[in-house]
Nanobody, 128 residues
Framework: VQLQESGPGLVKPSQTLSLTCTVS??????????WNWIRQPPGKGLEWMGAIGYSGNVYFSPSLKSRTSISRDNAKDPDNAKSTLYLQMNRMKSDDTAIYFC???????????????WGQGTQVTVSS
């Protein structure tokens, strides 16, 4: 599985951030995947933001739930099997400056297999 994030790079305070994650190598609806958005502010650790499961269920960090939405768009062309994950966060502020990653966790049944995939991340800076 390959993941590639893309976004605007610079967002002004109070604006809405929109990021995409292009997924290839497998379908985002394949049983056993959990698709996460994770960010890392400068000098800090990783922060899990939310996830969308293979079945479409969505989960959010309580601290970000009021400002965040996650959605997906499954591949429509079987010959170009790329799907897309979306992250939107509104009312952006300087504390939201971070590298934003999309990630795929692989599950066996209900248990995490220990295997995951990461995109390279995209820098988002919130500044006027």
């Amino acid at each position: 599985v390959q993941l590639q994030e893309s976004g605007p790079g610079l967002v002004k305070p109070s604006q809405t951030l929109s990021l995409t994650c292009t997924v290839s190598g497998d379908s985002i609806t394949t049983n056993g995947y959990g698709w996460n958005w994770i960010r890392q502010p400068p000098g800090k650790g990783l922060e899990w933001m939310g996830a969308i499961g293979y079945s479409g269920n969505v989960y959010f960090s309580p601290s970000l739930k009021s400002r965040t939405s996650i959605s997906r768009d499954n591949a429509k062309d079987p010959d170009n099997a790329k799907s897309t994950l979306y992250l939107q966060m509104n009312r952006m502020k300087s504390d939201d400056t971070a590298i934003y990653f999309c990630n795929a966790d692989v599950y066996i049944g209900l248990g995490f297999s220990g295997k995951d995939y990461w995109g390279q991340g995209t820098q988002v800076t919130v500044s006027s």
